[in-house]
């Protein structure tokens, strides 16, 4: 028998999106059992059987489908002339889905930064906390869930993973400089949502020199800036709040924002059912 939880965790520590297909009831002659895995990826790396097969087929093709429109489902096979086999039973699976929420790339550990990792906390959000500060990095109040990244924000910036799904950026560093270079780096990267803290002021001026740059306005249309939801407090702990409530409402799809669709790939087809038919 395969080792699946050694190798889930391998995966897991990667932080890529993948696929977890167990067969959860058989009914006549199959050729797997309750309990068997297919662990899958994307790109259709996968380890562990289901039965091998037409049926092995459509169960890694299913997984695929469900990583592409990011939701978990069960599947029902029956093994009849339609799939190749002649078992004449029945398999149940149900695919989960594993590294597939929303991360938050957060680069700046001051008092804001610190307080949105905190009211982060407990939501879908996997917080990946970037700071060379080491002082502000190692506060006592950030989670141990927040990912900490002692570095500066370009090395971490250039081997991250940049997804238009799942990838969202904040941006509220301890200085200007740094802010503006790292706005200029993430809106050439697919993103669900790029932010930057500060007024209405700042991002005059900084778009101005973005176009200077010569970035393309439809990138700089992205950003942002100020982030949040406007309830009035301006304490770090209120403007956590604030940014943290406009990420969900941007992850649960209730805030339509024409300005991260045009990064967003089409929504992908996914069969109704895998029977067969």
């Known amino acids: 028998?395969?080792?699946?939880?050694?190798?889930?965790?391998?995966?897991?520590?990667?932080?890529?999106?993948?696929?977890?297909?167990?067969?959860?009831?058989?009914?006549?002659?199959?050729?797997?059992?309750?309990?068997?895995?297919?662990?899958?990826?994307?790109?259709?790396?996968?380890?562990?059987?289901?039965?091998?097969?037409?049926?092995?087929?459509?169960?890694?093709?299913?997984?695929?489908?469900?990583?592409?429109?990011?939701?978990?489902?069960?599947?029902?096979?029956p093994l009849g002339a339609k799939l190749g086999q002649c078992c004449g039973g029945v398999v149940d699976v149900f695919v989960e889905l594993v590294n597939h929420g929303p991360r938050l790339y957060l680069f700046g550990a001051g008092h804001v930064g610190q307080a949105l990792c905190r009211t982060l906390e407990g939501t879908p959000f996997q917080v990946h906390l970037v700071d060379e500060r080491p002082e502000w990095l190692q506060g006592e109040r950030i989670p141990a869930s927040v990912v900490r990244h002692d570095e500066p924000w370009d090395a971490f910036a250039a081997r991250a993973s940049w997804d238009a799904r799942r990838t969202y950026v904040a941006v509220m560093t301890h200085r200007h400089d740094l802010d503006q270079d790292i706005i200029a780096f993430a809106v050439e990267r697919p993103a669900r949502y790029l932010g930057l803290i500060g007024s209405r002021t700042k991002w005059a001026r900084f778009r101005q020199r973005l176009e200077a740059r010569g970035v393309p306005t439809r990138n700089i249309d992205r950003v942002h800036c100020p982030m949040g939801v406007e309830i009035g407090g301006k304490s770090p702990q209120e403007v956590a709040v604030s940014i943290a409530a406009g990420l969900l409402q941007v992850h649960h799809g209730l805030s339509v924002d024409t300005r991260s669709e045009a990064s967003l790939p089409e929504q992908p087809r996914v069969r109704g059912v895998s029977s067969g038919e």
């Not at 889930?8 to 058989?26: G, Q």
């Not at 289901?50 to 299913?62: F, I, P, S, T």
């Open 1 to 77: 028998m395969w080792d699946w939880v050694r190798q889930l965790a391998e995966w897991s520590r990667e932080d890529a999106p993948f696929a977890v297909a167990t067969v959860t009831a058989c009914q006549g002659s199959t050729p797997a059992e309750p309990g068997a895995k297919l662990l899958v990826r994307a790109d259709g790396t996968f380890h562990g059987t289901v039965g091998g097969g037409h049926l092995e087929q459509l169960v890694l093709a299913d997984a695929r489908a469900c990583l592409e429109k990011g939701e978990a489902r069960s599947y029902r096979y």
